[in-house]
């Protein structure tokens, strides 16, 4: 408690090291206060989630309850992103700058919904699913990176602005 009340007063969040989901569930009971981020280290090899199903739109799963929810967005999520974004922005403007982002396919699918007719003669679909939730996983995250450049674009003086090409 004495821990938790100098965090407090000090505005200050918690960074943790769990070596297990066990481990990791009993520290994320210490909350400095209820708003108060937490930035939790996990080993590679806890295999939480497999590091070729990351975006920046995914979440960590949890198999309890933490806060309310079920899942807790990594470091790297789209706030995180906007932050990386920022600073080179601001430290050399965006017209001296080219954004490429990582994204691998996941085994995820997603319903073909208005493009089910391109697909009618095919039996399996399976393919096109999965290719149909990757399209949509780039575009949300194209979507992120967007946003994040034109929130430094209003934020960056005007003599390091250039046109945000898509």
Same mark, same amino acid.
């Given at each position: 408690?004495?821990?938790?009340?100098?965090?407090?007063?000090?505005?200050?969040?918690?960074?943790?090291?769990?070596?297990?989901?066990?481990?990791?569930?009993?520290?994320?009971?210490?909350?400095?206060?209820?708003?108060?981020?937490?930035?939790?280290?996990?080993?590679?090899?806890?295999?939480?989630?497999?590091? =070729?199903? /990351? !975006?920046? *739109?995914?979440?960590?799963?949890?198999?309890?309850?933490?806060?309310?929810? #079920? %899942?807790?967005?990594?470091?790297?999520?789209?706030?995180?992103?906007?932050?990386?974004?920022?600073?080179?922005?601001?430290?050399?403007?965006?017209?001296?700058?080219?954004?490429?982002?990582?994204?691998?396919?996941?085994?995820?699918?997603?319903?073909?919904?208005?493009?089910?007719?391109?697909?009618?003669?095919?039996?399996?679909?399976?393919?096109?699913?999965?290719?149909? =939730?990757? /399209? !949509?996983? *780039?575009?949300?995250?194209?979507?992120?990176?967007?946003?994040?450049?034109? #929130? %430094?674009?209003?934020?960056?003086?005007?003599?390091?602005?250039?046109?945000?090409?898509?």
């Amino acid at each position: 408690e004495l821990a938790r009340l100098r965090f407090q007063q000090a505005g200050m969040g918690a960074e943790i090291h769990a070596g297990t989901l066990e481990e990791m569930r009993r520290l994320l009971k210490f909350q400095p206060s209820p708003d108060a981020c937490i930035i939790i280290h996990l080993p590679r090899d806890l295999n939480v989630i497999h590091e =070729h199903d /990351l !975006s920046f *739109l995914r979440e960590l799963p949890l198999d309890f309850d933490y806060r309310g929810r #079920r %899942s807790v967005p990594l470091l790297f999520g789209p706030t995180g992103l906007l932050q990386i974004l920022a600073k080179p922005i601001e430290t050399v403007g965006q017209n001296r700058l080219s954004f490429t982002l990582e994204i691998h396919p996941t085994g995820d699918r997603l319903l073909l919904d208005d493009a089910a007719l391109l697909f009618g003669h095919w039996r399996d679909k399976t393919n096109a699913e999965q290719m149909n =939730h990757w /399209l !949509s996983v *780039l575009s949300q995250n194209h979507s992120v990176l967007l946003e994040g450049l034109k #929130r %430094s674009a209003r934020s960056t003086p005007d003599r390091q602005k250039s046109k945000i090409r898509t």
